[in-house]
């Protein structure tokens, strides 16, 4: 890390969900897939839809599907009441190490928040399912209809939620794969951390603090 750039101890860390500890795009493409089919669209290539995993997910029906705005509202409906029906198991594919983290973290006293674009109902799911959701202090998602799903409404949002139990706030960092990660926390003065194995490119970690590829490198960062 370059001299002045925030790092550890961290006061509270911020984690996104899908492509930092879960890979849940297989899930989360077959419901789009269907989705679509149920609005009579076509289905994109595989390669286009895994744009829909990370950011907000009427973003996607707007800029991927080519849907205006009352088709995408039917439509995250149609997806929303695919992903209450089938609950969290297709969304709780691990990557390796990141629960052992998540764990390690908590164990060490230090704050986690999770901050998400997905369902704040659906991500509080696969929390449970995957028995780490007490190790956060606060979890937070997109609302059922959307108008909280940017990543910097969804941090803002935690924010508020973290200050109502008087964490630390004094140094935070964000641990996500996207760009909007990066975007979202900086409107917020937030640092980022890019982890390698999710859904974002290279270009998408410009003005992260630092690029990780491991589990074990995260984990040098954050403990």
Not at 37 to 66: H, K, N, Q, W, Y
Not at 171 to 186: F, I, K, M, P, S
Request: aromatic letters at 4%.
């Amino acid at each position: 890390m370059i001299p002045n750039t925030p790092s550890k101890p961290w006061s509270c860390i911020l984690f996104d969900l899908d492509g930092t500890i879960t890979d849940s795009a297989p899930g989360i493409i077959g419901r789009l897939s269907r989705t679509l089919t149920a609005m009579g669209r076509p289905i994109p290539l595989p390669a286009e839809l895994v744009a829909f995993v990370g950011p907000p997910i009427l973003d996607g029906f707007r800029d991927v599907a080519s849907m205006n705005e009352e088709e995408a509202k039917e439509a995250l409906v149609v997806y929303r009441g695919l992903a209450a029906s089938e609950g969290p198991q297709d969304d709780a594919a691990v990557y390796p190490g990141m629960l052992g983290l998540v764990r390690a973290l908590h164990a060490a006293g230090i704050p986690l928040a999770l901050t998400t674009s997905k369902s704040e109902v659906q991500a509080a799911r696969v929390l449970e399912h995957l028995g780490i959701a007490s190790c956060f202090t606060v979890v937070t998602g997109s609302s059922e209809d959307e108008t909280r799903s940017s990543k910097a409404d969804v941090i803002e949002e935690a924010l508020r939620r973290l200050r109502e139990q008087e964490v630390d706030l004094s140094n935070l960092v964000l641990v996500g794969d996207r760009e909007h990660d990066v975007v979202g926390a900086a409107e917020h003065g937030i640092p980022t951390i890019m982890v390698e194995w999710g859904y974002g490119s290279p270009a998408e970690a410009v003005g992260a603090i630092a690029v990780v590829h491991s589990v074990d490198q995260l984990r040098s960062a954050l403990l």
